[in-house]
Structures are given as C-alpha cells and as structure tokens.
C-alpha cells in the first residue's frame, strides 16, 4: 500500500533535544508513535498538524505538500483536513455539549449543523447530554466530547496526543475500548501518540518506536515490543530484565548463554559476537515453589525473592537467581503461592521468551 502521508522533517531547539524523523503513514488504521517522554512525539505531532513549523524538510499528504522549507511551502492548521485530540481535552467551558461540537461547523446550514452534531453526539456516547456543559460530564464524558469535536467535521486524518492520560483507572480502561471501536468504525487514518504499552497493544495497528529524537524501530505493536531491535530500546519498551550474557554457543538448534552465575537457552537470531543482552519481559517467568512434574520448559532457575513491587491488579516480583530477573505475576498468583522476600522459588523461562540482541547499544 502506497503511503498516504510521508514526513522527513527536522526540529531543534536551544534548550532541548532536536528531533529528527522520516515517516511513512498508511491510509488506514491506527499508527502509534511510542516513546518514553521527552523523546520527540508531541514535536512530530504538532509538526504534522501544523502547529509548528520544521527546521527543515518537507511533509506531503496524499499527493498534496503541506510543509517544503526549501520551496518555501507551508500549509497553515486550518487549510490541513486534520482532526486534533490532546490530552488536557481542550474544550470550551462556556459552550455546552453541542456547542462544543458545533464550533468548527459554522461553514454549515443550521440544519445541517443541527444533524451533524446529533449524529456525533450519539457516535460517541452523548446522546441526551447535548446541553450540558463540560464541567457538569465526567472525565470519560469530557474526553468523549473532545472526540466527537476532532471528528465532527469529518477529517482527514486524525491526530491523538496521549488521548487517555487524564482519565483514572476505570474510566481510562472503558474508554480504551471504546475508542478502539469509535476508530475502527470512523475508517479515518490515526496517529496516536502515547507512552503506554497497554494503549499501544490494544489500539495500535502499526508501532512507530521514537527514542532520542529519532524512529527506531517499527512493525506490528506486538512485534515490538517481543523483539526489540536492542538494548537500550528494550529499556524503553519497558523490558524487565536486560542482562549482558556471554554466548557459550549452539545446542539443540538453540544458543546457550551465561547469564551471571546462571546459564539460560534461547533462540538464536544469528550475527551476535562472543556478548549479548538478553530481554526477558517479565510476563514470560513463571514461579512455582517447587519442580512441577512433566515440566518441558527448558530454563528452570533456583532463584531467591528479593522483593515485590504491588501495582493495580499485578505484582511485579524482583528475584535473584545468579542474575536479576523480575517475574510479572497477576495478584492473585503471587497470593497463591504467599510469596514473601528471601522466599525460594523456582524461576520458569520458556527459551522464546528469551531474546537476544547484539551487545552493541544505540
């Protein structure tokens, strides 16, 4: 498929990073920018709607070019078909529901005006609030609101800015569904940009990877963020363990590595020298307090419990078992088996849960 949007842009700035991406954007589904914060999203988001201008580079949408410094080109915001979701909602206090979403409509008959903003109220989950004002909805409804407003007037391209940031658990997990669904069915191309893995899974159909100002990686969310390209982007992706290793070489089709005291077998990706690192998401260990029968997993390490970490719903565990390993266990497991620190426990690693990458960073 042909992309719709290409970027190559450049952006410095006195006091902070410079941020420098070439970027291809598809005509349909939902591309995420992933990347801890600071390195450079909400730059190409706002590049991309025109907010700021580039240093340098050019940006052309479906044959059309918004941005081309050395021609002197720049396409303003409102001549961009570009809807904008940020994560401070952006609404108006003094407008109600359908005055909210009826601002960017003003080019429309009053009918059509009237129709259209009942449509979008209904899209999103609205029906019946139309005269209410922000500060009388919810967090989820605000945000809701701010949805419909972005797409009220039928873009183009839909640009989201950390969308579900200012919502509370609950209200950020109900509208992470709905906002799936509400994306999917509005058939419009999406950029979302967001720090958050579980955002990223459950929305995203392509990830970009940004880290110090530049794209790093890409490909499908889960093939990320299984396989990261090293290191230090395994770090990023929020990787649990990320240990050196020393390679000891081939065994039954895998490659056996030394971890610290421990040794550990994973598939062998091939070009890696004498070190490596070895990536172990924490939801790939499993614990047991003693040998199970018939196990066939091929990594079983004795290991000590340091210490738990109690997060909404999960434990993160902390052990020790000749190298640092942390396990990710849902709350329920880890009270299963009344995991205490200095407890020993037996640490079970599928071999494809371990990744190896070169032991070059960056």
């Known amino acids: ?204 159909d392509r990830l970009l990877l940004m880290a110090g100002g530049r794209i790093r990686q890409e490909g499908s969310p889960a093939e990320v963020f299984s396989r990261p390209g090293d290191a230090e982007l395994a770090r990023v992706l929020g990787v649990g363990t990320v240990v050196k290793v020393r390679v000891l070489g081939p065994e039954h089709g895998l490659l056996r590595v030394r971890a610290g005291r421990a040794e550990l077998l994973a598939p062998d990706p091939g070009g890696l020298g004498s070190e490596a690192y070895a990536c172990i998401r924490g939801e790939g260990v499993a614990l047991e307090r003693a040998e199970p029968e018939g196990a066939a997993t091929r990594n079983r390490l004795p290991a000590r419990v340091a210490a738990l970490e109690r997060m909404d719903g999960l434990v993160r565990v902390h052990l020790e078992c000749g190298f640092p390993l942390e396990a990710l266990l849902s709350a329920w497991s880890c009270e299963d088996l009344a995991l205490r620190p200095g407890d020993e426990v037996l640490a079970l690693v599928k071999a494809t849960a371990v990744h190896l990458v070169p032991a070059k960073e960056g």
């Open 1 to 204: 498929m042909a992309p719709f949007l290409t970027a190559d842009v450049a952006q410095s700035y006195p006091t902070g990073p410079s941020v420098e991406v070439r970027m291809e954007l598809p005509g349909e589904g939902v591309t995420v920018l992933f990347g801890p914060s600071g390195s450079g999203k909400t730059t190409v988001l706002r590049v991309l709607a025109g907010l700021e201008r580039p240093g340098r580079g050019r940006i052309q949408f479906d044959g059309v070019p918004w941005v081309d410094t050395a021609a002197g080109i720049f396409v303003p915001p409102h001549r961009r078909p570009v809807g904008l979701l940020f994560q401070d909602f952006a609404l108006f206090p003094h407008l109600t529901v359908a005055g909210n979403l009826a601002f960017g409509l003003r080019d429309l008959t009053p009918a059509e005006r009237r129709r259209r903003v009942g449509e979008c109220a209904a899209w999103v989950g609205l029906a019946g609030l139309e005269e209410r004002l922000p500060a009388h909805l919810s967090g989820g409804q605000q945000q809701r609101l701010a949805l419909g407003r972005a797409l009220v007037r039928r873009p183009r391209l839909l640009l989201l800015d950390e969308p579900l940031s200012a919502l509370d658990g609950p209200a950020r997990e109900e509208l992470r569904r709905d906002l799936g669904r509400l994306l999917k069915d509005a058939g419009i191309p999406a950029l979302l940009v967001t720090h958050d893995r579980d955002e990223a899974l459950a929305l995203g």
